[in-house]
């Protein structure tokens, strides 16, 4: 048979252009050598998330800021919150991908899928053999894989990654991070609020290098609070596991060097696109240098029949975007669409605790596009939500464009700011002034009136708040 269209892989990305090609009736297959749900369900979104919130239940308890109200914690089971995250995840997996495709009506192959010229489709099947799969239309979308630097020792030593930090029988006593980024941030933060002494080690100056400085010094501040040390500007040079602990060499800027000793290693250090088994080179496929399926604004590849979807692009890594990209190439590739995606006003959200959620230019990314832009931060002890929650550590920054007060950036530390700062992606999105944002109602006693009383600071003279202007 000869379907309309072949997926290969699972994931958010995957289940996307399945669903979109279904919806107009074609036939689909899919083709899956691990998981089926990929990444997000399986040992990314859905069981950091779970953990995280498992981790912020007992951080709370630990630490109540409540007159009145007496709480404590006793010792972790490790094992019974791994057992409870997988069988959560087994029920999300269920519901959202494998009864999904039985609903929509397409077939999952076990196997691993390799090209051959065509384009068809060799898969070597799950349990023993192969067959050819043949499609009008293919789109990989097989996702990203941890990627580890070259570090002296390193696999002799033996790691942790995200997936397998969250798959260990026990909790570590002592942990090392090597990625300050968004997933290091986050794995640090929850084995560090169930009781493990966690060291998080950057290469770059600081915590969240992409985003606001603001936002880095203030999470480095939430961190050591939290008894987490944060080394910035180091690197990791060499490690090697002693009588079970892996001792670290750090070098500093000016040669100095350092040693560190944890119980585990955790390598945070990004996501590389997943293209091994694919024989990209039969169909003319290209890759870039980082191993990312090169596709144009279409997200076709060099070949007009095989589109790539979600995190194998090196688009950014986020399931919203994986999700995104499978609906545009059901309505590129079917009915010629000329579709694309603008990530202008894409959020990105660092699940730690206060949340780091971002849309738009920073300010150096606005100065480095020439945007002339005038900026605002306003500390969240200017927010009644925060002090009725005794707890003020966040804060909010707008990047505006000077003239016009357009707003082009807005970066806010606070909790919950990943469901807040879905205002100001629409505020960025529909190019919406500094004044209109001061002048929209919002709700009193939410994070989200945080986003109204910063931009109050462009003009007026707002004396109670103790911003920085730039
Ligand atoms: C710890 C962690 C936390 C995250 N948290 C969030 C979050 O909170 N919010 C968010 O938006 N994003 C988050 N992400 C990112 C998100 O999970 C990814 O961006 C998204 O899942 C990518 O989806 P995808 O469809 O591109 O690929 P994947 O979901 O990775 O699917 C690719 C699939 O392809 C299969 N495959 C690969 N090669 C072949 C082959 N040759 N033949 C057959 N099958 C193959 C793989 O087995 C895999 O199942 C997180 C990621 C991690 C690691």
């Known amino acids: 048979m000869r379907y309309d269209l072949a997926v290969i892989g699972s994931g958010g990305a995957a289940f996307a252009a399945a ?5 107009r009736n074609k036939s689909v297959v899919m083709i899956e050598r691990g998981s089926i749900g990929g990444t997000c369900v399986n040992t990314g979104c859905v069981p950091s998330k779970a953990l995280l919130a498992a981790a912020e239940a007992r951080q709370i308890a630990a630490n109540q800021s409540f007159p009145g109200i007496r709480t404590e914690v006793g010792a972790v089971d490790f094992a019974a919150l791994i057992l409870g995250k997988r069988t959560l995840v087994e029920r999300i997996r269920g519901d959202k991908y494998v009864d999904l495709a039985g609903h929509y009506g397409w077939q999952i192959v076990r196997g691993v899928a390799g090209f051959v010229d065509g384009p068809v489709l060799e898969v070597a099947l799950a349990g023993g053999g192969s067959r050819p799969v043949e499609a009008e239309h293919y ?49 640090a933060q929850l084995f560090a609020r169930l009781g493990t002494r966690v060291t998080v080690v950057e290469i770059l100056d600081r915590l969240a290098p992409g985003e606001e400085p603001e936002a880095s010094r203030l999470l480095q501040q939430v961190f050591a609070d939290g008894g987490i040390e944060v080394r910035t500007g180091v690197t990791m040079s060499s490690v090697a596991r002693r009588d079970g602990i ?19 290693l955790l390598v945070a250090t990004g996501r590389r696109p997943v293209t091994d088994a694919l024989n990209l080179t039969a169909v003319g496929v290209k890759t870039g240098n980082r191993g990312e399926v090169i ?14 979807a979600g995190d194998v ?10 999700g995104a990209h499978g609906a545009l190439i059901g309505d590129n590739a079917f009915d010629n669409a000329g579709r694309i995606l603008d990530y202008g006003h894409l959020p990105r959200i660092a699940f730690t605790g206060p949340q780091l959620a971002a849309v738009g230019l920073t300010e150096e990314q606005a100065t480095q596009q020439g945007v002339d832009c005038t900026c605002r931060v306003m500390t969240l002890d200017h927010l009644p939500r925060a002090l009725v929650n005794r707890d003020t550590r966040g804060l909010v920054k707008i990047v505006a464009e000077r003239t016009t007060g357009r707003i082009v950036g807005v970066t806010l530390v606070a909790p919950n700011a990943g469901d807040a700062i879905l205002a100001a992606v629409y505020a ?3 190019q919406m002034t500094v004044d209109e944002m001061a002048d929209t109602w ?17 003009t007026r003279n707002v004396a109670l708040l103790s911003c920085c202007a730039s």
């Open 246 to 264: 892996v001792e670290a060499t750090l070098r500093y800027p000016g040669g100095r060097i350092d040693r560190l000793q944890g119980q585990q």
């Open 139 to 187: 789109v990989i979308a097989t996702g990203s894989a941890p990627f580890a630097p070259p570090i002296e020792g390193l696999a002799a030593c033996g790691y942790l990654t995200s997936t397998t930090a969250m798959e260990l029988d026990e909790l570590p006593d002592s942990l090392i991070v090597l990625g300050g980024s968004y997933v290091g941030m986050e794995l």
């Open 428 to 430: 960025v999105k529909h």
């Open 295 to 308: 596709v144009d604004a279409h997200l076709r590849t060099h070949n007009p029949r095989i589109w790539a």
């Open 19 to 23: 669903i979109a090609a279904r919806r």
């Open 313 to 322: 692009t090196g688009h950014p890594q986020y399931v919203y975007v994986a």
């Open 442 to 458: 919002d709700p009193y006693l939410t994070v989200g009136e945080g986003l109204r009383l910063a931009a109050q600071t462009f």
